[in-house]
């Protein structure tokens, strides 16, 4: 009964590789975000989706390419891989029409590029 | 842009309250919300507190808000070690697309 899963938790890969990270939620809820946090534990939106639309896309690389086939799963693909894109990635949820806007994350994705 | 600082470290004994700061600069802040970030685990929402409001007590938390100063406390009653994680607090401008802003973070050490 998670209600926000990310797949996979590790994720292990050499520079110029291409990666995709998986988030689903079963909440029900109309919006999904991609955070990534830093080694200082710094945590720095990436992008935001609204009912399947891109609405926040904060100044990230285009390697990064988010996915929302629907409104539960929202993926991130990334290209390309660098040695500083080493870092924890979350996923979050929230439902924006409604209540205190409150955000759901889920468990992360620590990505280490070698 | 907005900003928003915290202390980096408090320590405290076990049974004693915690005391968390956190300053934001973004005066249309429309709720405040404190999060705890355990080892190696994602961020879990604790309470939040809608920007008209002074307080809100929930058990073991209380939420001060003094937004004349901008400054945003997480006091922690009876601290336990199970208590031990960073926190952060964050703002949203539902003005802005419901994008939060999270504080740099403050961790948290329980000693017995």
């Known amino acids: 009964d998670t209600a926000v899963s990310q797949t996979p938790k590790y994720l292990v890969t050499q520079m110029g590789n291409d990666k995709s990270i998986k988030c689903e939620q079963n909440?029900?809820?109309?919006?999904m975000y991609w955070y990534k946090q830093d080694s200082k534990k710094f945590l720095k939106i990436m992008f935001s989706y609204n009912n399947k639309e891109l609405i926040i896309n904060e100044t990230v690389p285009n390697r990064f390419s988010p996915k929302s086939p629907d409104k539960a799963h929202l993926n991130l693909h990334i290209n390309s891989l660098e040695l500083g894109d080493s870092a924890v990635y979350f996923c979050?949820?929230?439902?924006?029409?409604?209540?205190?806007?409150?955000?759901?994350f889920g468990p992360g994705t620590r990505l280490t590029v070698t | 842009g907005e900003d928003v600082e915290q202390s980096l470290f408090l320590s405290v004994r076990e049974g004693d309250s915690s005391v968390i700061n956190c300053t934001y600069t973004d005066s249309s802040s429309t709720y405040l919300y404190w999060y705890k970030q355990e080892p190696g685990a994602g961020l879990q929402l604790l309470t939040y507190i809608f920007s008209n409001m002074d307080m809100k007590q929930d058990q073991r938390l209380t939420v001060l808000l003094n937004k004349k100063d901008k400054h945003l406390s997480l006091r922690i009653a009876d601290t336990q070690t199970g208590d031990s994680a960073i926190y952060f607090c964050?703002?949203?401008?539902?003005?802005?697309?419901?994008?939060?802003?999270f504080g740099t973070g403050t961790r948290l050490q329980v000693t017995l």
């Open positions: 979050a949820s929230s439902q924006a029409s409604t209540g205190a806007y409150e955000q759901y």
């Open positions: 909440l029900g809820h109309d919006t």
């Open positions: 964050a703002e949203i401008n539902t003005g802005t697309a419901s994008k939060l802003t």
